[in-house]
């Protein structure tokens, strides 16, 4: 795949600041460039010939042009670090903004339509604002949760009711596809804030009807020998610390109900951490569900859940569906079970063929959000 990288665009000489005051809107200025930018680039692909349809052979970094957009735009428009993938039968954002750029496809002027069974594309109006990194959850001024605004609708049957959490998402683009396309859509999407082009796999896992939590990185027992990477959350970080963090982690992407731990066994010890933690999360009315490797702390006010057991912590088909066979056993124990595990591949096929004769086996296949509580 070839990779271009735009000429570095001056705001004075495509005229932004006298077209946003003009037309007193904060982004129509930039919407108005993006709408030109996009149109020549498809003029562009007509000129480069065929493509084989469906597979980006070109992408174009806007990391460039953003990075000398006006302060107030760059901000908002953060997550746009991505870049836009021509196709033969597409020009569209690979990792959508938000704001006048949401959802610009290029399709012979028509936009994709999503699949059935597709969760609602974010962000949602009144379940977002604008943060020092990029836009940030909040609760709705009718009351609305982004929990609830972004979590898949689940009504209960009579059975035993199984929810499984797939992590690690983002990193690796076949991994990713694969969990996303081949996972039933009740299988709830993990992903991790530090990966490339992450809205535009919310995006995907959305339109595919799974439901999706944000990893958070916190300090596990040996840190600094196992580093979650700069933005971890530590458990002697002071709360306006840990709050800092946490918006760089919240203000990388849209369309999640609620968070998850990136490891995090001695963040998660700590009490005094934990509720700072967890009450900036409630406050921008997000649940949390662990993986259950921490300790399992409780309060904070925010729909919360613990794993009972990560599924491939042994990398073997045999150890898997043992842990799957334990899974079933606890749910018609008590009810309900809840499970995690890796986009490893194995993990990923046995979880594709298990899942598929759920329901044959007297279970029904749940997304986590349907087994949080508030505590």
Do not use: C
Not at 165 to 173: F, K, P, Q, T, V
């Amino acid at each position: 795949m070839a990779m271009i990288a735009l000429p570095r665009l001056s705001v004075p000489r495509f005229g932004m600041g006298g077209l946003r005051a003009m037309l007193g809107a904060r982004y129509v200025g930039l919407g108005a460039a993006a709408a030109l930018l996009v149109a020549a680039l498809a003029g562009l692909a007509m000129l480069l010939g065929p493509m084989t349809a469906r597979t980006p052979h070109m992408k174009i970094s806007l990391a460039g042009a953003l990075a000398h957009a006006p302060v107030g735009w760059r901000e908002a428009l953060a997550p746009a670090s991505g870049a836009l993938s021509i196709t033969e039968d597409i020009v569209r954002l690979s990792d959508r903004p938000f704001g006048p750029l949401a959802g610009i496809t290029w399709n012979g002027g028509a936009s994709e339509k999503p699949a059935a069974g597709a969760l609602p594309t974010a962000p949602l109006p009144g379940l977002y604002a604008p943060g020092p990194g990029g836009p940030l959850p909040i609760i709705s001024a009718d009351g609305r949760t982004p929990f609830d605004g972004y979590k898949r609708p689940f009504v209960a049957n009579a059975k035993p009711k199984i929810a499984l959490i797939i992590g690690g998402l983002g990193l690796n683009a076949r991994a990713t596809r694969t969990a996303i396309e081949s996972l039933p859509p009740e299988v709830t999407l993990s992903f991790a804030p530090y990966a490339e082009g992450l809205q535009g796999w919310i995006d995907e896992a959305r339109a595919h009807g799974h439901e999706v939590l944000l990893e958070t990185p916190m300090e596990p027992l040996d840190y600094p020998d196992n580093d979650p990477g700069p933005y971890t959350l530590m458990a002697d970080g002071s709360p306006p610390e840990i709050v800092k963090k946490l918006e760089w982690v919240l203000s990388r992407a849209t369309g999640y109900y609620g968070l998850t731990n990136y490891l995090g066994s001695r963040f998660l010890a700590n009490a005094a951490a934990y509720q700072a933690f967890a009450g900036a999360a409630a406050g921008r009315g997000l649940g949390f569900i662990d993986d259950g490797s921490g300790a399992r702390q409780t309060g904070g006010g925010l729909p919360r859940a613990s794993a009972e057991r990560v599924i491939d912590d042994q990398l073997s088909q045999a150890a898997i569906d043992q842990q799957l066979l334990a899974l079933e056993s606890g749910a018609l124990q008590r009810g309900q079970a809840l499970g995690a595990g890796f986009a490893y591949p194995v993990t990923l096929d046995k979880v594709a063929h298990w899942a598929g004769t759920l329901s044959d086996r007297g279970f029904q296949l749940t997304p986590a959000s349907a087994l949080a509580t508030r505590r």
